[in-house]
């Protein structure tokens, strides 16, 4: 009975902290409107300075957190939801919709595995960056199909997702892209949820677009990875 109840209060102080930290960092980006704030990235940050400095074991950590690494699987399958919210503009625009995240989720794939060969990484290495676009929860699941090292792959998936979030309107300016679809669909292609927070900020078709393709991309990441383990 005591033992539930440390486990029970381990996973209120662990969840709630972590809450904590992120709502200050999302303030504070409110607040400065920097991207190099972005409030994941500052999230990361104090949380690792925090363990470091109390000298807190990352296992004891990562136990304190099981409820949010839980919530990752409704999390996902609430993707859904934001498919169905724009189910009209997806049966207008399918055909973009779809290819564009088809071939940013290939390109994605494929060339995160040739820069990790050329780089002389091994193939345990070079699997986990494989779905580094996706959102975690699928990302985790791909790995585990490639034979990846999850903790590499979850790293993986935050830094590209913040890359994705600081540089979105930078390469829509760069490349003169003016369609809200078009963004929309990039970013949540290859940047995320993460990214999306910035589509969002672009504009309500952008961000709508972004939820949606974060589920059509995972679903077609997940889908050529079960097709090409059976061929390869």
Same mark, same amino acid.
């Given at each position: ?25 999302? /303030? ?5 409107? =920097? ?12 949380? &690792? ?6 000298? %807190? ?11 949010? =690494?839980?919530?990752?699987?409704? @999390?996902?399958?609430? /993707? ?9 503009? /997806? ?5 973009? &919709?779809? #290819? ?11 060339? $995160? ?27 985790? @699941?791909?790995?585990?199909?490639? *034979? *990846? ?9 935050? !830094?590209?997702? &913040?890359?994705?979030?600081?540089? #979105? ?12 679809? $078009?963004? *929309?669909? @990039? ?11 910035? #589509? ?6 952008? *961000?709508?677009? =972004? +939820?949606?393709? &974060?589920?059509?991309? +995972?679903?077609?990441?997940? #889908?050529? !990875? %079960?097709? $090409?383990?059976?061929?390869?």
């Amino acid at each position: 009975m005591e033992a539930m109840a440390h486990l029970g209060l381990t996973l209120l102080l662990g969840t709630a902290a972590s809450f904590a930290v992120f709502r200050l960092s999302v /303030l504070l980006y409110e607040r400065v409107k =920097s991207p190099l704030l972005n409030p994941l990235l500052v999230t990361v940050a104090l949380i &690792i300075a925090t363990l470091v400095a109390l000298r %807190i074991p990352l296992e004891s950590y990562e136990q304190s957190v099981q409820l949010i =690494s839980f919530l990752l699987g409704p @999390a996902t399958v609430a /993707l859904a939801y934001s498919v169905y919210r724009q189910r009209q503009t /997806l049966k207008d625009h399918f055909v973009p &919709i779809f #290819a564009g995240c088809l071939v940013g989720s290939v390109v994605s794939m494929t060339s $995160a595995y040739a820069l990790c060969k050329l780089l002389g990484l091994d193939d345990a290495l070079a699997l986990s960056f494989i779905p580094k676009s996706v959102t975690t929860p699928i990302a985790i @699941a791909v790995s585990e199909q490639l *034979g *990846g090292v999850t903790s590499i792959t979850v790293a993986a998936v935050i !830094v590209t997702g &913040i890359l994705g979030a600081i540089t #979105a309107p930078l390469m829509a300016r760069l490349f003169r892209v003016r369609d809200g679809i $078009a963004k *929309g669909v @990039a970013i949540g292609t290859c940047s995320h949820a993460v990214g999306t927070t910035k #589509a969002l900020e672009m504009g309500e078709l952008e *961000g709508a677009m =972004s +939820g949606v393709s &974060i589920a059509v991309s +995972g679903l077609l990441t997940t #889908a050529i !990875v %079960i097709v $090409a383990s059976c061929f390869l």
